[in-house]
Structure formats: C-alpha cells, structure tokens
C-alpha cells in the first residue's frame, strides 16, 4: 500500500511538473519563433487576368492580447485598390470591402485568423474604404470601381492605420481620411468618432492643423500610454501646411496627444530621417513619454535590384519638447516668424524658432538586424511585449500591387519569389 501510494504521489508530481512546465512554455516570451505568417489566408476575388486578391490586408497595425501571449489583433486598411490612370483617380477592387480587425492566434509557428471585427457606425451599418465626402475628411480621390463605374464618396469610409485595444476590450483606430479617431467597441460598433472638423458623433475634436494633412500620408500610427488615459497619434508624412509647395523637403511631422476623459491636446515635432522616406509607419508605447516608432522607405527588403536601405525602428521621448499647440487653434496651427512648423523644416529651422523637438535614438534596424532578410516593403506594425520582445507586422495589400494599367498584378516579394502575406516578426530588443 505504501509502495502504491508513493507511485501515486510520484505521478502526480511528475504530472504536475509538466502542466507547470507547458504553461511557462505558453507564457514565456522567448518561446516567440523569429516570424509566423498567416495560415492559408481565403481569395475575396480573382481578376479577370488569373489574379488573386486575398482576404489578407491584415498588418496596418498591431496589438497584442494582455490576457493571452498568443493571441494578435491586426487591422486592414481601406481595402483592395490601385492608383487611377486620370488625376486623382482611385479604382477600388472591392467597394463593399469593410475595414475590419483580425484576431489571430499564433498557433504551431503560423497565423491562424479565428474571429474578424467588421468596423460599423453608431447605427450598427457596416463602414467602407471610399474616400469621405468635401468637409468630412475629403482626400480629394474621386473612387471607381474595377469596371469603370464611378463611386460616391461616403461619410462613413476609413482608410484604417493605426490599432489601440483599451483595457476595457474596445478598440481605438486611426485614419489617413479625416483624419478621424474612432472608438469602437468589442464588436467593432463605433462608439465615437473624432476629427478636425467637428463631425464626429460626440462633437469633440482634434485642433483644425490636422486637416493639413496630406492625402494617404493621415495619421498613421496611435498608440496608448500605460495607464490608460492618453492616445498619441502619429502623422506619416509632413502635413501640407500651408501648402505642398510651401513645406519642400520638410521633415518634420506632428505627433498628437489626446487625453481621453477631458479631450485636451498637446502637439510635439517630430523630425523624420530622410524627406524621401515614406515616413512614419507606426507608434507604440514604452511609457507615459518614451515611445517606438518605425520610419521607412517603400521600396522591397532583399530586391536584387534596388533593394530597401532604410526600415529602421527609433525610440523617442517628449518629455523635454516644446509643445507647439496652437491655443486659437487656427487652420494652420501656431505660427513662428510668420512660418507653419513644417515650413521650418529642418532641425536648424526648428532651433531658429527656439522649438525642441522629441528626442530620438536606433533600436533596431530590420534590414540589418533580423536572423533573416527582412523580405517585404511595408513595415507598418508594433507592438512590445513582456521582456523586451518587439512584435513587427507587415501590410501584405492583400496580395496585390498596382500594375499601372489600372487592375492588379500579384505582389511578389523580390527576394523569395513568394506572394506577400502577412507576417509578425518577434525581436529581442534593448530600451
């Protein structure tokens, strides 16, 4: 009996041992592969051409689960859609397309897509990807459909870049339209939508400057302080203020914060690298004033022919920069010397108008950094995890590039010779 019941006890602790065991396995952030992809993601279309569009897109932004370490939300943008042959042209593969967020799992190395969240308005009504009408955000792109139709604009369209999940369960989601911040709910349902223009459902607002904004170049990136309480936003590009003329080779962008409860607002500058770059791809938070952010350019990692040079990864701090809000809140935000923030330009053009900008240092550079060539073009996703584990998406388009005859051709990945699909890249950084 003796004998039996240390067998027993000898069981159950080995039993034990290895439920602990797998669970530090679940949870333990180094247990990250160096890159999972999306599983078999579904076709929404095939071109007439043999094409296929698929049901991808996912990678504008990301953000993980607190409560499951395997567990991802990605975001899709607009949709499908390629450059018009005629100015200001946008043809829209899928006009009925709804911006929506995924909920993938890593599971066995890959992706897997469980559950999608179609973004919808206040009324329930699902969103689309067609440009907003003149006074709600307009870009100026006048949208057509594959077959030459030409589309209506919509109140209701986003072009989704950036991804917060608040502790609650909601989501929060930047713009490149408006641009708009928009909170939904668990389901996707909008809660409130905020702008520059004063159309949101709630009336609050982000200051007028940021209707500046360049067409495709909104704010792309947003992210959450710790405690819950601020949403900081990031524009892409330098905005067009006053003009496109007027701000030349500018490199500096805005960065927006946003107390949530009481809707106050502060505006630091931010100063891109290179003004050939296509900007700034996304923020997330360290802290309550250190954050990451990704600047990039467009072209494709491992090319054997003009090959990507710059997808790099910064940390910056505000803690000591000038806010350079504007308190009348004018179109064109506060002026020094009679010049917008962005026609100073330059780092000396700043120093001249006794403007700090935030600080900014490397942490990581994708095409140099990573075990393996950094393959795809569009970098557009972080999140940190625990232990100092960064979390990178790619935007896959949904398979597809523009192939300047105003229809799609394959997106292909120069330096695999695969379709791009995608992917989150896991890397142990240093802050």
Not at 72 to 95: C, E, H, Q, S, W
Not at 149 to 157: E, F, K, P, V, Y
Not at 380 to 390: C, K, V
Request: with cysteine; aromatic share 8%.
């Amino acid at each position: 009996m003796k004998n039996n019941l240390l067998t027993m006890l000898a069981v159950a602790a080995t039993v034990s041992f290895t439920a602990c065991k797998k669970d530090r396995v679940k949870v333990d952030p180094f247990s990250y592969p160096d890159m999972a992809e999306a599983a078999d993601p579904a076709v929404l279309f095939t071109t007439g051409a043999g094409v296929k569009v698929y049901n991808g897109g996912f990678g504008s932004a990301i953000t993980a689960d607190p409560s499951d370490p395997n567990v991802f939300y990605l975001m899709t943008d607009r949709g499908p859609n390629v450059a018009g042959t005629a100015a200001n042209t946008i043809l829209l593969g899928k006009p009925d397309f709804t911006p929506a967020i995924g909920k993938f799992r890593l599971k066995d190395g890959k992706l897997v897509l469980e559950q999608t969240i179609e973004f919808k308005n206040a009324d329930g009504v699902k969103l689309n990807g067609l440009p907003n009408p003149a006074g709600q955000g307009a870009t100026g792109e006048i949208p057509y459909d594959l077959n030459g139709n030409m589309l209506q604009t919509s109140a209701d369209g986003i072009d989704s870049e950036g991804l917060v999940r608040a502790a609650d369960g909601s989501f929060w989601v930047s713009d490149e339209y408006g641009p708009h911040i928009v909170h939904f709910d668990a389901t996707g349902k909008t809660i409130e939508r905020i702008n520059p223009f004063g159309t949101g459902t709630k009336g609050r607002k982000i200051p007028l400057v940021f209707a500046k904004r360049r067409a495709n170049r909104g704010m792309e990136g947003l992210t959450i302080t710790p405690d819950g309480k601020t949403l900081v936003g990031l524009m892409q590009s330098p905005m067009y203020n006053p003009s496109k003329a007027a701000i030349g080779n500018s490199v500096v962008l805005r960065i927006l914060t946003f107390n949530i409860e009481t809707g106050a607002t502060k505006q630091y500058a931010y100063l891109m690298d290179d003004p050939s770059l296509t900007g700034c791809s996304e923020i997330t938070a360290v802290n309550a004033t250190t954050f990451l952010t990704i600047e990039r350019d467009g072209l494709y990692g491992g090319a054997p022919t003009n090959p990507a040079t710059f997808k790099k990864i910064f940390k910056i701090d505000i803690s000591n920069a000038t806010d350079i809000s504007d308190a009348d809140n004018g179109a064109n935000g506060k002026l020094y010397g009679g010049k917008t923030v962005e026609e100073l330009g330059t780092a000396a053009g700043l120093q001249g108008a006794g403007i700090t900008p935030v600080t900014k240092t490397l942490v990581l550079d994708l095409l140099k950094d990573l075990p393996k060539v950094y393959p795809h073009d569009k970098a557009e996703g972080i999140t940190l995890l625990p232990n100092g584990i960064l979390a990178i998406s790619n935007d896959d388009d949904f398979g597809v590039v523009d192939n300047g005859s105003n229809t799609f051709a394959q997106k292909i990945l120069p330096a695999t010779g695969n379709v791009d699909h995608n992917s989150i890249y896991f890397v142990k950084i240093k802050l």
